[in-house]
């Protein structure tokens, strides 16, 4: 089956930093990546859709200068959380499906633990 | 904008028991509607996807229903195992595989 695999699973930095998340397909091409966030007890939120060779397209309320998004091959996404924050620290998980119709499944990442102190 | 609702958000049940989640979602176009696991601290993992033409989908001890027109789905597990302790994230699918999550059920199993 799809696999997605997310890199790395958990990564603690300093405020002011920069951090870079890794989102592979495996075993199929991806155009599509998404991109989502989930706080403490929350659900999760989707942040930015992904798309290769074009620029990302983010949900309201997003910074897109602080959350770069490069998708640069049909198999890899990239999310930067520039000039990071406490209040970034959250789980992201990254998402995608294999090409074809809308109703096919998504597939997760494991996510990706961010700690900011 | 779709707002996914997760009744009950906690849930506790002796293990053999069977159990239902229910989701429920405010705009009735959407294109599917599927069901997650997600352990703690992990990613998600698909459990049933149902297309907006279906009324049900079943897997193992699981079976998902989805009645489009009252904007409600559910989840039925048979035979509650404490391996299915987890939290369970209903999503709607509206289109271009963009996702709209519940805040999820968190489910323990007592053994």
């Known amino acids: 089956g799809a696999v997605v695999s997310q890199h790395p699973s958990w990564v603690i930095c300093k405020s002011g930093t920069s951090v870079k998340i890794e989102c592979r397909s495996l075993d199929f091409q991806a155009t599509t990546m998404f991109w989502y966030r989930q706080f403490p007890k929350q659900s999760l939120m989707l942040m930015a859709t992904s798309n290769e060779g074009s620029k990302a397209t983010y949900e309201q309320g997003v910074e897109k200068d602080k959350f770069l998004i490069n998708h640069a091959s049909l198999t890899l996404s990239t999310l930067t959380v520039t000039s990071a924050h406490p209040e970034d620290s959250s789980f992201y998980i990254c998402?995608?499906?294999?090409?074809?119709?809308?109703?096919?499944?998504?597939?997760f990442g494991n996510g990706t633990r961010l700690t900011v102190t | 904008k779709q707002e996914v609702t997760q009744i009950p958000a906690a849930l506790s049940v002796p293990e053999g028991e069977n159990l239902v989640l229910n989701c429920s979602f405010t705009d009735s176009a959407i294109y599917n509607l599927q069901w997650f696991r997600q352990d703690p601290g992990k990613g998600l993992t698909s459990l049933l996807l149902?297309?907006?033409?279906?009324r049900e989908q079943t897997s193992g001890r699981l079976n998902a229903s989805l009645d489009k027109s009252s904007g409600r789905s559910t989840l039925y597990i048979a035979a509650s195992q404490p391996g299915d302790s987890a939290t369970y994230l209903c999503?709607?699918?509206?289109?271009?595989?963009?996702?709209?999550f519940g805040t999820g059920t968190r489910l323990t199993v007592i053994p």
């Open positions: 998402s995608a499906s294999p090409p074809g119709d809308l109703n096919s499944p998504l597939h």
């Open positions: 999503a709607v699918g509206t289109g271009a595989n963009n996702l709209f």
């Open positions: 149902i297309q907006s033409s279906q």
